[in-house]
């Protein structure tokens, strides 16, 4: 099956600083989510990008399907910008069985 | 919020008993879906419903039944727990807009066998 890798595993910033957060795979791929996941345990839709560029407030994304890999861009990061963040996948359409990667641990500190 | 909620939130329950947690949606959604999230895996796909009584297997189904009699409820079953299904269990769904089946997720049952 696909395989779905992120990095970093972990990034500890200031809050106020940029972050960038990678998603590489090894196919082609149909559905690309990124997800933030709170200190709650709750998952957060961010972006459904499978190519191009979205943004939104302070997050944008960038999905280059070509070359397999997916950007998370977070910028002036808060102290709620704590958190997992899960890259996600599917290869077949009407049948979207998303495959996760292992997520990047992002700590924001005052 | 997609209307989605889990029951129970929290269970603690004793190796070989039976335990069936349940989603429910409220915008009748056809695609629904049942991830564990264990230290170090993500979230994987146990199994997923296309339909009413149509139901099919994902990446970790072993140990695992589903049902779904209703389009708004998606049983997943344990019917005999072990230690090693102790875990987080998410409910998704998604539907066909256009070109997207984005999924959205509940807010997780922490199940935990003893």
């Known amino acids: 099956g696909i395989q779905v890798e992120q990095s970093p595993p972990d990034l500890i910033l200031q809050e106020g600083a940029n972050s960038t957060l990678r998603c590489n795979f090894s196919d082609s791929v149909n559905n690309l989510q990124w997800f933030h996941q709170n200190p709650w345990g709750q998952l957060i839709n961010l972006f459904y990008i499978p190519s191009g560029t979205k943004q939104n407030g302070r997050l944008s994304a960038t999905t280059v399907a070509t070359e397999r890999y997916s950007l998370l861009y977070i910028s002036s990061s808060q102290t709620t910008d704590s958190g997992v963040y899960f890259c996600?996948?599917?290869?077949?359409?009407?049948?979207?069985?998303?495959?996760f990667g292992t997520g990047t641990r992002l700590t924001i500190i005052p | 919020d997609a209307g989605i909620t889990q029951s129970p939130r929290h269970k603690v329950t004793e190796t070989g008993t039976p335990v069936t947690l349940r989603c429910h949606q409220t915008?009748?959604?056809?695609?629904m879906y049942w991830y564990r999230q264990d230290p170090g895996h993500g979230l994987r796909l146990i199994h997923y419903s296309y339909g009413v009584k149509d139901t099919d297997k994902g990446e970790v189904s072993d140990g695992y039944s589903v049902s779904r009699s209703k389009t708004e409820d998606f049983l997943l079953t344990l019917e005999s727990a072990t230690s090693s299904q102790t875990s987080v269990y998410f409910c998704a769904i998604s539907d066909y807009s256009g070109r997207e089946y984005e999924q959205y997720f509940g807010p997780g049952t922490r199940l935990t066998v003893t």
């Open positions: 915008e009748n959604h056809r695609y």
């Open positions: 996600a996948v599917t290869t077949n359409f009407g049948n979207e069985k998303l495959t």
